[in-house]
């Protein structure tokens, strides 16, 4: 079972990028014991099918890249992956700010574009509340509403 359990992971790991929180919970879901499932992840992560540097880099860079993604949703899924905090902030680093502001800047650009209000201040809070449901600091936001506005 342990054996079958590892070669299945093994392929799911293969194909794409995984966590080693993903990897046990779905040891789990097979049928496999907690003990068991910690030394397969083990074995998984000596034989280079997980690591969660790498995952997290990988996360990182294509949730920003292709979702639009600002860095308190991403560090807030990747929580939610049991990816641990230190490795967090080192692939938060893979972003860099300058890009990160344009980004934010060209998403409320285009969703302005998008919004009809009756005055600025409707206007101007649908465009925090996207920008923050999309994961950016509101600071930030701000910033670049003002300098969008102006």
Not at 76 to 89: D, F, N, P, T, W
Not at 114 to 129: D, G, M, V, W
Request: aromatic residues 10%; charged residues 35%.
């Amino acid at each position: 079972m342990q054996q079958e359990c590892y070669d299945r992971a093994a392929y799911l790991c293969s194909r794409s990028e995984k966590s080693a929180g993903n990897i046990s919970k779905k040891l789990l879901e097979w049928g496999l014991n907690p003990d068991d499932t910690e030394s397969v992840i083990k074995k998984l992560i000596s034989d280079k099918f997980i690591d969660d540097e790498r995952f997290a880099r990988s996360y990182v860079k294509d949730k920003f890249r292709f979702n639009k993604w600002g860095r308190i949703k991403i560090a807030y899924q990747l929580k939610a992956e049991k990816v641990s905090g230190s490795i967090i902030a080192q692939a938060m680093e893979e972003i860099e700010d300058e890009v990160y502001l344009e980004t934010l800047s060209k998403l409320l650009l285009d969703k302005n574009k998008t919004i009809k209000s009756a005055n600025p201040y409707e206007q101007r809070a649908k465009l925090l509340r996207f920008a923050q449901s999309r994961g950016f600091e509101p600071e930030l936001i701000h910033s670049a509403i003002d300098r969008m506005e102006s």
